[in-house]
């Protein structure tokens, strides 16, 4: 079962976390759009309190489809923003916009993809993992905030929350890590028919900001914005600025 925490009214807004997160990170984000619309806060499956299932994505795809309403906004962050995708893809009646941040049809560099991370990086992550998964992630978190002018603080505010929400399991977090470096969308950006938008920090250390253009040429139709001096949680690092363009895209009045 997923577990899903709801505020406000209206059209429905589906919130998704990146990888070794849980819902509780769209802390600002949520109670800003509730005054809007209905927020679906949801924890991806083993992360917060949401029970682990098979990383394959047509088991989430499922879940989400038996879960979530329909015609909804759908918000996505890092990994969340790879399974709003697809869900966009595969699941249209469910996505009526698309707002992806931080976030890649593929993280994993090749050969024609060079804007992403390299593969001797991530096998070395995940046989950190194994050895020491918290320590990794909280490595993992300060990478995220590099290069941000308020990494320090930013960092403090994510420990915090991992802290009080708690860790994923091992197994939570080596499932959905091999599910985001193993999926690659790019062959599927076209059929993507809904009003998307991609938000990118310029000194993002996860996604490279040069991913924009290359992605932008599989996905004409899709809007970049960059975010300039932010990393790669600009929601939380730039909230103010971040929101300027969450509500020009959304038409929020």
Not at 108 to 133: C, I, Y
Not at 144 to 164: D, G, I, Y
Not at 234 to 242: A, G, K, N, R, V
């Amino acid at each position: 079962m997923l577990h899903i925490s709801k505020q406000g009214q209206g059209q429905p807004v589906v919130l998704l976390h990146g990888w070794g997160f849980n819902h509780s990170i769209w802390y600002q984000v949520a109670p800003y759009l509730a005054q809007h619309y209905q927020v679906w806060q949801v924890d991806l499956p083993g992360h917060g309190q949401s029970d682990l299932c098979d990383y394959e994505l047509d088991v989430l795809l499922a879940q989400f489809a038996e879960t979530l309403p329909k015609n909804a906004i759908w918000i996505g962050w890092s990994l969340g923003g790879l399974l709003s995708m697809a869900m966009a893809r595969w699941q249209p009646d469910y996505v009526n916009k698309l707002f992806l941040i931080g976030s890649s049809p593929c993280f994993e560099q090749k050969a024609d993809w060079p804007h992403a991370m390299q593969t001797e990086v991530l096998q070395q992550f995940g046989r950190n993992l194994q050895a020491d998964s918290i320590g990794t992630l909280k490595r993992f978190l300060a990478l995220q905030v590099k290069n941000s002018p308020e990494a320090r603080q930013n960092l403090r505010a994510l420990h915090q929350l991992m802290e009080t929400a708690g860790y994923p399991t091992l197994e939570a977090l080596q499932s959905s890590l091999d599910f985001l470096f193993k999926t690659d969308l790019r062959a599927e950006l076209n059929q993507i028919q809904v009003p998307s938008l991609l938000c990118l920090g310029t000194h993002d250390a996860l996604v490279p900001i040069k991913m924009a253009e290359s992605c932008q040429v599989l996905w004409p139709d899709l809007e970049i914005v960059k975010m300039r001096s932010a990393a790669h949680i600009p929601f939380l690092s730039h909230f103010d600025e971040f929101c300027t363009v969450m509500d020009d895209f959304l038409q929020i009045k």
